[in-house]
């Protein structure tokens, strides 16, 4: 059964209102009618079954019959990443969407793939990658995507965060095992977030290493073989939501 992202703005109590891309797409490619039920999501985190009671060139709309809250992780994930090509990018947000990550913060570091882009001009492509993911697995939550921040900046963050209690972890070469990692990260559900660091292809330079695990980051090795960019963000991501419990619901 497809989902369908609709603007928390567009439910008026138990109406919903979908327009533009959405309400084409359920009318003129999946040929739903009046009275056909749906399932649609908030990006707040409710899964809403539905009811289609009117449809028109630009609109469908109809009753909620029910509501459910998908319920959080025990902590956010914060995914930051060196700024890879834009593929590789848009990769990393959809396997990251699927994976559970809470917020993507791209980072800017010396051996970043790409560091001068119009962000601006990106947001809407970017979105609709993180609505599109969200419809494929099911998640009810959409994660946040931040601009993209200089590493000392990104870790300032970090530090800031973990006087609250955070933890973090960074990849490296020469960092203790994931699975060493992820016991660790299973003791910090309490933690409001955990930071997931994952560097460009070849690596975070050993300056940026020094750095990280000064500002109190510990350092994880993903395995014995090299991964992409995107991999090895989709990899330790899903490593850590698994370690700490993650589980989703569906009506």
Known sequence: MPYFYVNPENINGPVFNLAGEEAAHLRR????????RIFLFDGLGNLLHAEISAMSKESVSGKILEAAHQP??????????AMPARKAFDDILERGTAAGVSLFQPLITSRSQETKIDWNS?????????ISSCKQCGRAMLPEIMAPLP????LLHFQASATNGSSGFIAAFDGIPLSSAMAAAADSVNASKIFLFVG???GFAAEELSQACKAGLIS?????YVLRAEEACFYASLALINSIGG???KI
């Open 220 to 224: 994880i090795n993903l395995g014995p």
């Open 247 to 249: 589980s989703l619901i």
């Open 72 to 81: 959080r992780l025990p902590c956010s994930i914060v995914l930051c990443f």
């Open 29 to 36: 490619v999946l040929r739903y009618r009046i009275g056909d």
């Open 151 to 154: 590493f000392d900046n990104a």
């Open 122 to 130: 990106r947001i809407p492509r970017m979105r609709q990658i993180l």
């Open 200 to 202: 460009p292809e070849g």
